[in-house]
């Protein structure tokens, strides 16, 4: 389902659109995380297949669209304990600084009314990335891990507020 918004749609993703969805991974990570933790990062290697795999494991894409272009996405899934996780945000370079990353934060949301909270990693020198979902009411849980062959991520949450 499609739904409008800042003249975005968003919509959940198919395999044919898994290549626009790596595109603006790629060139997003190489922008803006491969500078603090190197350009061998495990979202810079990451193909339709092994996109495909984790969908086929449960995992979901949601895309925001404008004029029938993606310009971000992010994914997503429901954990065992009713948490929505989230992750691999990225928008377009060319599109950045306009609020689309803020509302594909707020489509998940949204579309998880029944969700216990919202769970998402951030690597521990993301500090514009840290204070972003911070204002967007994400904390440090205290809790991290080394990603293999990535950065020492830190997990931040959110309560959902009824």
Not at 86 to 110: F, H, K, M, Y
Request: some cysteine; charged content about 30%; hydrophobic content about 35%.
């Amino acid at each position: 389902m499609a739904k409008a918004g800042c003249g975005l749609t968003f919509r959940i993703g198919t395999p044919e659109d898994y290549p626009a969805v790596l595109d603006i991974q790629r060139r997003a990570y190489l922008l803006k995380e491969a500078p603090l933790y190197g350009d061998d990062l495990p979202p810079l290697k990451e193909t339709p297949e092994t996109l495909a795999a984790e969908t086929a494991e449960g995992k979901q894409v949601l895309l925001a669209e404008r004029g029938g272009a993606v310009v971000g996405s992010m994914r997503f899934r429901i954990m065992d304990d009713g948490s929505v996780y989230w992750g691999r945000l990225s928008v377009n370079p060319d599109c950045q600084g306009q609020g689309i990353g803020q509302r594909l934060v707020a489509e998940v949301e949204e579309r998880h009314p029944e969700a216990k909270g919202f769970v998402l990693d951030c690597g521990r020198d993301s500090g514009e990335n840290r204070h972003i979902y911070t204002k967007l009411g994400y904390r440090e849980t205290g809790e991290g891990f080394q990603v293999p062959g990535g950065p020492y991520v830190l997990v931040m949450r959110k309560e959902r507020t009824l």
